[in-house]
Every structure is written in structure tokens, then in C-alpha cells.
């Protein structure tokens, strides 16, 4: 069953996190993300229709990164019910699918829960201060639409921060798998 996003209320601070790169090693923390626009995407491997948008998020990392738009992935999956999401499966994936930004991995659930995460795919763009612009879906493609992936929803939100503006307040909750939380804090989602 599909599961929307909680959509977490616009101008809320970026969250602070410090969890690592399963592709490189490398420890990523929010503070690098500021002072320019960024994109934090919560993602796993095995979700339908993250598989979905799978090419066009590597597109899309290519494009934030030509603009110099700071993007990071999150996997928050519980990795002992769902072992395909396990962060050597998830450096696998990244390598696999061309994603040119760090795929990170959330392994106590924390920064799912500071972002308010409900679903795989969901997006969270800040401006350049850290404070939330736009969230929701990535598009209006889903895996049983005949709509292309294309990211426009997304795009749409950084292209107005980039030119000076503010993306548009109407903003649509993504779709997707629900994030696969521990047992332990199966209540807290």
C-alpha cells in the first residue's frame, strides 16, 4: 500500500545529521549542506517506485550538481527486515545506478524521524540559510502511470531558489514505500 508523505512544515530548519557515505566512507554532515541550496531525498534500494525514478535521479544528481546544489540520499530502512536496503547492498546501488552524491545511511532511524519521513522516494529542498523550501514528490510519475519521470516538482523548487524566488507554496506529498522501521520503534512510525 502507498504511503504519503507527512510533509514537514515549510521554513523548519535543515535537521543536524552526521551519518556515512556507503559509497565512499565519508562522513557527511548537514553543515556542509549550507550556504547554497540543498536536497536531502530519502530513498532504498528495494522500493517500487523508487526503482521507478532510479535513472532520473541520477539525472537529477548530475543537474544539482552542474548548479552546484548540495544533494544527499538517505536510506533509513530497518536492514534486518529488509536486507536488500543493508548499506554494502546500498554502495552496490549507488555505484550500479550512476548516482553521483553521497547515498547515506541512517542505521538509528534519527534523522528519518527529525525530517518527519513517512516514504521512499520524498524530498526536502533548502535554501541557501538551511530552512525548508519545498517538499513532497519528486514527480507525478508513478510505477503504474504512463507520466515520464522527469523530476519536474523537484526541479521546479531549485530553479526558483536558484533565480532568487520561492518555489511554489503548492506543493504535493510524494507516494511511495513506507520507511521500514526497527521493531523496537514500530510506535514511532
Given at each position: 500500500m502507498a504511503v504519503p508523505?507527512?510533509?514537514?512544515?515549510?521554513?523548519?530548519?535543515?535537521?543536524?545529521?552526521?551519518?556515512?557515505?556507503?559509497?565512499?566512507?565519508?562522513?557527511?554532515?548537514?553543515?556542509?549542506?549550507?550556504?547554497?541550496?540543498?536536497?536531502?531525498a530519502f530513498i532504498c534500494n528495494h522500493c517500487p517506485y523508487?526503482?521507478?525514478?532510479?535513472?532520473?535521479?541520477?539525472?537529477?544528481?548530475?543537474?544539482c550538481a552542474e548548479r552546484g546544489v548540495?544533494?544527499?540520499?538517505?536510506?533509513?530502512?530497518?536492514?534486518?527486515?529488509?536486507?536488500?536496503?543493508?548499506p554494502d547492498k546500498m554502495a552496490l546501488e549507488a555505484k550500479t545506478a550512476g548516482y553521483a552524491f553521497p547515498y547515506l545511511f541512517d542505521e538509528t532511524q534519527s534523522v528519518a524521524r527529525a525530517f518527519d519521513a513517512a516514504c521512499t522516494p520524498e524530498f526536502y529542498v533548502f535554501d541557501a540559510t538551511g530552512k525548508l523550501a519545498y517538499r513532497g514528490q519528486?514527480?507525478?510519475?508513478?510505477?503504474?502511470?504512463?507520466?515520464?519521470?522527469?523530476?519536474?516538482?523537484?526541479?521546479?523548487a531549485l530553479e526558483a531558489l536558484l533565480t532568487g524566488g520561492k518555489p511554489?507554496?503548492?506543493?504535493?506529498?510524494?507516494?511511495?514505500?513506507?520507511?521500514?522501521w526497527k521493531a523496537s520503534s514500530a510506535d514511532a512510525g
Open positions: 508523505s507527512n510533509m514537514l512544515p515549510l521554513g523548519t530548519p535543515l535537521p543536524s545529521f552526521r551519518l556515512k557515505d556507503t559509497f565512499s566512507g565519508r562522513t557527511v554532515a548537514s553543515d556542509e549542506l549550507l550556504g547554497r541550496p540543498s536536497v536531502v523508487v526503482k521507478h525514478i532510479r535513472a532520473g535521479l541520477a539525472d537529477f544528481g548530475r543537474f548540495a544533494l544527499v540520499a538517505v536510506s533509513a530502512n530497518d536492514v534486518v527486515s529488509h536486507p536488500e536496503d543493508a519528486f514527480d507525478d510519475a508513478r510505477p503504474k502511470n504512463e507520466v515520464p519521470v522527469s523530476g519536474a516538482d523537484v526541479r521546479a511554489s507554496a503548492e506543493q504535493k506529498p510524494s507516494v511511495g514505500c513506507s520507511i521500514k
